[in-house]
C-alpha cells in the first residue's frame, strides 16, 4: 500500500495546517505542533530567546502548574519534549492511542496560554546557563559552533541556538511574548501525528485551540556564506577539527547529490574517510562528513577528532579525500549511498515519531507531503556525473570553512590549508 494513502492535510480557519498519517496498526500516536520559525528568526538582540521560550513552554500556563503539565502526560504512561532549531521549534508527545485529547490539550496550553511566571523564569535561566556551560565543556559540540560561526559570521545562521550567559541573562517575560507574538502565528504552524488516530478527530480536537496573538512577521533575512575560520587552542586530550564548504539548500535541485556525496566521503565505516584516515593510517577515531540544508544555504562539512600530533598529517589527507572525488568516484559507490538514503526515508515509515516529525517538516518547507515514492525517485536520479560535479562545485567554488579547538598548534594556517581547493 502506497504511504501516502493514509496522509492527508487540512487546513483550519485561523491558518493553522493538520497533517497526519493515519497507521491503524500501531497502539500509539506521535503528534506535535511544529512552528516555522527558530533561531533564524532572532535579532541581534533576542540571541537565545527562541530556546529560552521553548524552555518556558513547560514552566506553567494559565491552567495548568510545571508539575501538572509533566504529570498529566506521564499519568498516561507518554512523554513530552520539545526541540529548538535554526529554523523551527516543535513541541510534540507520544501517548496511548484513547488519550490524544489529551495530548493535543496539553500541547495546545503550552502552546498558547504561557505564562512566564519570573519566579520561574529565573529558575529556568540558571538552567540554560548550565546547557550553555554544558555544551562549552563538549569540544565536539563547540567546534560546530565555531564552524557555523566561520561559515556566516555576523548573522542569525551562525550563532549557536543556545545563545550566551550574557543574553539570556537579560531576558525578561516581555522579550519572550514579543518573539513569541511576532512569530507563533496559527498560519506557520503545522500541528502533525501519525499512529493510531483518525484525522477528522483531530482536525476536531485543534480546531479547539483560541490563539490570542498572531502580527504581522518580517521574513527571514537572506543568509550570505563568506566562509574562513575560528580557532581555540584549549588544554584536551584530543584536537577536534572541521573543514567545510558551501552547500546546496534543501529545496536546491541538488540537495540529495550533496547528501550522497556527504555519505560516500564520510557517511559509515566503508566511506572513503573511514578507510583511508582511520582504517588504513590510524589518524583517528572519528571522522565523518554531513550536509546541512537551511532553507536558501547548506553547509557541506567533514569533522575528525585526532590527536594533536596527528592534525598536521590528518588535513592534507582530509583534503585529498575532498578533492579526489570528484575524479575517482564510482557508479558501486553512488550506488551504496543511493541504497543507504533510500533505506533511512523507508524506514522512517516504521517509527511513529520520525514520520512525524518528517511530514511536519516537509509541509513546513514544501507546503505538502511528498509521497516516498517522490523522495526515492528523486535519489535514484541521481547519477556519478551529477556527484562528481557537485563534489567539484563544493569544493572549489567558495571559500573553506575551517574550525579546531584543542591543541592545534600544530595545525596548518587558513592560506595554506585554502590554497589545496580552488
Not at 73 to 91: F, K, P
Request: hydrophobic content about 40%.
Amino acid at each position: 500500500m502506497s504511504d501516502s494513502a493514509n496522509v492527508r492535510t487540512s487546513r483550519l480557519e485561523n491558518g493553522m495546517r493538520v497533517v497526519t498519517h493515519e497507521m491503524p496498526h500501531l497502539e500509539t500516536v506521535a503528534l506535535g505542533a511544529w512552528v516555522n520559525a527558530g533561531a533564524r528568526q532572532e535579532s541581534a538582540g533576542e540571541h537565545g530567546v527562541a530556546h529560552y521560550l521553548e524552555h518556558m513552554a513547560f514552566k506553567g500556563t494559565r491552567r495548568r502548574s510545571a508539575l501538572q503539565i509533566a504529570h498529566e502526560i506521564e499519568a498516561v504512561g507518554g512523554d513530552l519534549n520539545a526541540a529548538t532549531s535554526m529554523e523551527s521549534t516543535a513541541y510534540f508527545a507520544r501517548v496511548l492511542k484513547d488519550d490524544l485529547a489529551l495530548a493535543v490539550d496539553v500541547l495546545a496550553d503550552i502552546l498558547v496560554n504561557p505564562v512566564f511566571d519570573p519566579a520561574e523564569m529565573q529558575r529556568e535561566c540558571g538552567v540554560i546557563v548550565q546547557e550553555i556551560a554544558a555544551a562549552q565543556d563538549t569540544p565536539d559540540d563547540t567546534v560546530f559552533d565555531l564552524f557555523q560561526e566561520a561559515a556566516f559570521p555576523g548573522q542569525a545562521l551562525g550563532r549557536p541556538i543556545l545563545g550566551t550567559v550574557e543574553s539570556v541573562t537579560g531576558f525578561r517575560a516581555a522579550d519572550l511574548m514579543n518573539y513569541r507574538d511576532k512569530n507563533y502565528n496559527p498560519s506557520e504552524i503545522v500541528f502533525a501525528a501519525s499512529g493510531a488516530l483518525e484525522h477528522d478527530r483531530l482536525v476536531e480536537l485543534a480546531s479547539t485551540v483560541r490563539f490570542d496573538h498572531g502580527g504581522h512577521r518580517d521574513g527571514s533575512v537572506a543568509s550570505r556564506y563568506e566562509g574562513g575560520e575560528r580557532r581555540l587552542d584549549k588544554d584536551l586530550e584530543q584536537a577536534h577539527f572541521m573543514l567545510g564548504f558551501k552547500a546546496p539548500s534543501y529545496v536546491d535541485g541538488d540537495f540529495y547529490a550533496a547528501q550522497i556525496l556527504a555519505s560516500v566521503l564520510g557517511g559509515g565505516m566503508s566511506s572513503r574517510l573511514f578507510q583511508e584516515v582511520r582504517e588504513r593510517r590510524g589518524l583517528c577515531y572519528s571522522i565523518f562528513s554531513f550536509c546541512w540544508g537551511f532553507a536558501d544555504n547548506g553547509l557541506f562539512g567533514v569533522y575528525a577528532g585526532t590527536s594533536p600530533g596527528d592534525l598536521e598529517e590528518l588535513v592534507p589527507v582530509v583534503a585529498g579525500e575532498l578533492n579526489r572525488v570528484s575524479q575517482d568516484l564510482t557508479e558501486e559507490e553512488v550506488a551504496k549511498s543511493r541504497a543507504q538514503l533510500k533505506a533511512g526515508l523507508l524506514m522512517s515509515l516504521e517509527s511513529c515519531s520520525a514520520r512525524t516529525e518528517q511530514i511536519a517538516r516537509q509541509e513546513l518547507v514544501f507546503n505538502r507531503v511528498l509521497p516516498i515514492h517522490e523522495l526515492t525517485d528523486r535519489v535514484d536520479k541521481v547519477d556519478v556525473d551529477m556527484v562528481r560535479r557537485l563534489a567539484d562545485r563544493i569544493s572549489n567554488g567558495s571559500r573553506p570553512t575551517i574550525s579546531a579547538i584543542g591543541p592545534i598548534s600544530r595545525l596548518a594556517s587558513y592560506d595554506k590549508i585554502a590554497a589545496k581547493f580552488g
